[in-house]
């Protein structure tokens, strides 16, 4: 069976804060091309002055005992759930085999002192290919640390989790964005995001450019598209924001959303209910590059711990922002 971790939060993303903060050596292609976001690219005839350019890391060839590492600190601090080891373009100059530590070090860098547990076991990698691994552990971390034998380059590291909050630490009436992909919010299922990826919608700031947002290809069925999110904690939602910013010829021409306090289930039961959901936000109309603010049209439903936003009948938005009070109690 193939892993997906597609409905979890890449933790070593470089856009949401996550830093490459030593590395043994990167004489070939510089540490922090490790955690790009954008997938790795191949560039025909490029050098520097170091040699072929390369979209990742890579060291130079060991002529020593040892080997090569990468520590990373995470944008968030998290539960780990997988990882893939990327070795795109790597053909004749990927590490044989790599494996990958964690810690838990939130006062900052690790040191020589640092206790780190082995998440990923040494594998055998392949040139040109991902290496996706699941990790069973309920254990919080900072940072990762890449190990490759001896040497070689890897395109992308990305870490699969789950984003740790103490909701107990943050008062009852306290308004944040429940759906924050820092407060642990996350994107479960779509319609479509054949252009961009759902969880674009929950990250930080306002979108760079299209890219960096959700937007489906162009219906041409009756319906509409749809993206199903689950809160970090369950909460009260007071105040919504749609951000079509960059979306000017594609932008949904109206969204609406629904809710529900969901007990149990998987995400895949979760999405097939979520059509009969209440209302929490009637049909809004939308406009092209602008920040959509609703407070008065949202619907007294009371606590929920997901909401499907609907777009008619496509198209593109950047971010989704829900703000509200946790719950203190179960509905």
Not at 16 to 43: I, V, Y
Request: aromatic share 10%; with cysteine.
């Amino acid at each position: 069976m193939s892993l997906d971790f597609s409905q979890y939060v890449n933790l070593a993303d470089e856009k949401l804060g996550a830093e490459a903060l030593f590395a043994t050596d990167d004489f070939f292609a510089d540490k922090s091309r490790l955690l790009r976001r954008e997938a790795p690219e191949w560039k025909e005839g490029v050098f520097d002055d170091n040699g072929k350019w390369m979209d990742g890391w890579e060291t130079r060839r060991k002529r020593s005992e040892g080997y090569d590492y990468c520590v990373v600190k995470l944008a968030l601090s998290g539960v780990i759930a997988g990882v893939d080891i990327d070795t795109s373009f790597f053909t004749g100059n990927f590490p044989p085999s790599a494996s990958l530590d964690a810690c838990y070090s939130p006062d900052g860098t690790p040191d020589d002192s640092t206790e780190w547990d082995e998440i990923v076991p040494s594998l055998s990698l392949q040139g040109n290919s991902h290496h996706l691994q699941a990790i069973s552990s309920e254990k919080t971390y900072t940072h990762v640390r890449l190990n490759i034998y001896p040497d070689g380059g890897v395109a992308r590291l990305r870490v699969y989790g789950q984003p740790a909050v103490d909701w107990d630490r943050i008062d009852p009436q306290q308004q944040v964005d429940l759906a924050a992909v820092e407060n642990g919010g996350r994107a479960v299922a779509c319609s479509d995001e054949h252009y961009g990826k759902t969880s674009n919608i929950l990250g930080p700031g306002r979108g760079e450019n299209m890219g960096d947002g959700w937007e489906t290809a162009r219906r041409r069925t009756p319906g509409n598209d749809w993206v199903l999110v689950a809160l970090g904690h369950a909460g009260t939602i007071d105040r919504i924001v749609v951000d079509t910013a960059h979306f000017k010829g594609n932008y949904p021409d109206s969204c609406s959303i629904q809710a529900a306090y969901v007990k149990g289930g998987t995400d895949e039961q979760v999405a097939t209910q979520s059509l009969f959901w209440r209302e929490l936000l009637p049909s809004q109309k939308l406009s092209a590059h602008e920040i959509h603010e609703f407070s008065n049209e949202i619907n007294d439903i009371g606590p929920v711990t997901h909401v499907r936003l609907n777009i008619f009948p496509d198209g593109g938005i950047s971010r989704l922002r829900l703000f509200g009070t946790k719950a203190t109690t179960k509905a």
